[in-house]
């Protein structure tokens, strides 16, 4: 695996990431960028391995700690939620990390990433909770992310002002949205909410339905998942980015 664990420095303090390069390569410069926003479990050893993944494609991925403001902290992605006290404290630390709270460290990622020779164009994806940090990506850095994907990502398009899909008209870039076939935290009226707010800004997109799949599908040490469903995912994050990126 070839990653480096960095700091950045951002305006509430110092957020620890991996960056990844493709494994064996000698120079990382000039590889498109990617941001992997991380799912609510936080940094761990099967975001690594998803991140490495991702880079021997050719990219050049960070893997920033989005709860950084709160200091050290361990879930396990099996287990947490079956202890109260742990859910209870990955929810709190979830609601303290808005998308905008997350889009203003946004900036300082994409800076570690161009520090670190990537290229102008950057692409973003997220899973969970990450979806929305994803698209909030794309409309608050219009130049510079080309492409944001999400997985099973939640409240995409809720009547919260921050809302993702209410800044669609901000997006430059292409948008994958890849839902769980059944997900209570992004039923079908939010889908289709999403497509209406991306279609009317005509941000080029894609939303697809997994079905069959759980929320969480895509992680492999989600206890939901599900191999046949994750390869698929990969298949198209890869050819989608592929298409934007390259």
Known sequence: MSKRDIEIKTEDGTAKAGLFAPDGASSSNGLPGVIHYMDIFGPRPA?????????????????????????????????????????????????????????????????????????KKIGTVGYCMGGGHALTAAAGYPDRVAAAASFHGGRLATDA?????????????????????????????????????????????????????KHGWAVPDHGVFDEAGSERHWKRLITFFGETLK
Not at 64 to 72: I, Q
Not at 79 to 108: R, V
Request: with cysteine.
């Open 47 to 119: 975001l690594d391995g998803m991140a490495q993944r991702l880079a021997d494609h050719g990219y050049l991925v960070l893997v920033p700690d989005l709860f950084y403001r709160f200091g050290p902290y361990e879930f396990d992605a099996r287990t947490s939620f079956s202890d109260p006290a742990l859910k209870e404290k990955a929810m709190t630390m979830l609601q303290k990390t808005p998308y905008d709270l997350t889009e203003k460290d946004t900036g300082f990622f994409i800076d570690a990433l161009t520090e670190n020779g990537a290229s």
């Open 161 to 213: 002002d921050n809302s993702p899909h209410k800044r669609a008209a901000e997006m430059k870039g292409a948008v994958y949205i890849g839902t769980a076939g059944v997900d209570n935290s992004c039923p079908p009226e939010q889908s289709a909410l999403l497509a209406k707010s991306l279609r009317e800004a005509e941000v080029p997109y894609v939303i697809e339905n997994y079905v069959g799949m």
